[in-house]
């Protein structure tokens, strides 16, 4: 195992972590501010703020790994039925469909981000500054372009070595 490939994964497994410890403040945060709001009458300020911002980060970096370990919710009725080099050339086409979606996303998203810093938008309960959230969408879709740029790369080397050691036949 290469080292990169070691890196990559503890970083998957740091990430997943985070994302579990997250989920579980939020969840803590939701039963807080309800039993404060039931049961004494009282609201935590910005706390439904703080979970909706936390879940769209959850959701930005989840998209980021579930895209590096290829569980994306797929149809994959045709992929079943074909060779694998088929099956490679399918999935270079919808990494490469991924590539340009989330690219596009990620720069609308920078410039969206860029108005609102220039703004200085804040969030109504808390303040935030809303750099804060919306960079997330930058984040998600930056870093699944480039997760799918690499998946990309990876196929097209798949296809060239297929290509390569058995003179364009199939695999």
């Given amino acids: ?7 990559s994964r503890m970083a998957v497994a740091v990430t997943r972590a985070l ?14 501010n309800a039993i404060g ?3 004494f009458g009282a609201v935590l300020i910005g706390a439904d703020e703080v979970l909706v911002f936390g879940m769209v980060w959850m959701v930005m970096l989840g998209m980021i ?3 590096a370990e290829g569980t994306h919710i797929s149809l994959d009725l045709v ?3 074909v060779r694998p080099q088929t099956r490679t050339i399918l999935s270079l086409i919808a990494h490469v469909v991924m590539v340009l979606a989330c690219g596009f996303a990620a ?3 920078l410039f969206f981000v860029q108005r609102i810093m220039a703004l200085d938008q804040t969030s109504m309960a808390l303040g935030m500054p809303m750099l804060i959230p919306h960079s997330a969408l930058i984040v998600g879709f ?22 390569h050691v058995r003179g364009g036949g199939s695999r």
């Fill in 1 to 7: 195992m290469t080292a990169a490939t070691q890196i």
């Fill in 19 to 32: 994302l579990g410890t997250v989920l579980i403040a939020m969840v803590l945060l939701n039963v807080a």
């Fill in 37 to 39: 709001r039931y049961a």
């Fill in 65 to 67: 790994l579930v895209t």
């Fill in 79 to 81: 992929a079943t039925g």
């Fill in 107 to 109: 720069l609308q998203s």
């Fill in 142 to 163: 930056g870093g699944t372009a480039i997760i799918a740029a690499m998946l990309v790369i990876g196929d097209l080397a798949q296809l060239r070595s297929g290509w």
